[in-house]
């Protein structure tokens, strides 16, 4: 029988987990999320959520939506590979249903796992941000 827990076990706690998958990550995206993976040595997948207050501004939203992408998870991941997964949200995602999460999170975990397959091309490195130039006070 399949186990459908979400154990400790499952889920990125440290930020060093979270900083190796942001090292040249598989990518894949929807309008209200972005999926960042790599492959682990662990024997199962893992998740990591960030739903950051910017994006969505109501606390009980960012728990929503926490709680459907981790229900999820739980129920596709026997479906996934053993690849270590970082969540995160856009803007405009609060106003979305849970039917339309669900059906747009299932879509990712499917994408995202024939991303990580050995094999599969690599993605071209992030864009870095110009950096946002200070003005200076002096006048001339």
């Known amino acids: 029988m399949e186990d459908f ?3 400790r076990e499952l889920r990125l ?3 060093s987990h979270y900083s190796r998958i942001f090292n040249e990550p598989a990518r894949a995206a929807t309008p209200f999320f972005t999926l960042l993976a790599k492959p682990n040595d662990q024997d199962q997948p893992r998740l990591g959520l960030t ?3 910017k994006r969505v501004k109501k606390a ?3 728990n929503r939506i926490k709680r459907l ?3 999820c998870f739980r129920l596709n991941k026997h479906n996934i590979d ?5 969540l995160m949200v856009k803007s405009g995602i609060d106003e979305q249903s849970n039917e339309e999460l669900t059906k747009q999170l299932t879509k ?3 994408k995202i796992n024939e991303r990580c397959k050995p094999g599969a091309p690599k993605p071209p490195p992030f864009k870095k941000r110009p950096n946002k130039s200070v003005k200076s ?3 001339t």
């Open 108 to 110: 990712l975990w499917r």
């Open 13 to 15: 706690l440290t930020p």
């Open 69 to 71: 992408a981790r229900e």
């Open 60 to 62: 009980c939203q960012r």
């Open 137 to 139: 006070n002096k006048q």
């Open 5 to 7: 827990n979400f154990g």
């Open 51 to 53: 739903v950051a207050k």
């Open 82 to 86: 053993n690849i270590d997964i970082v």
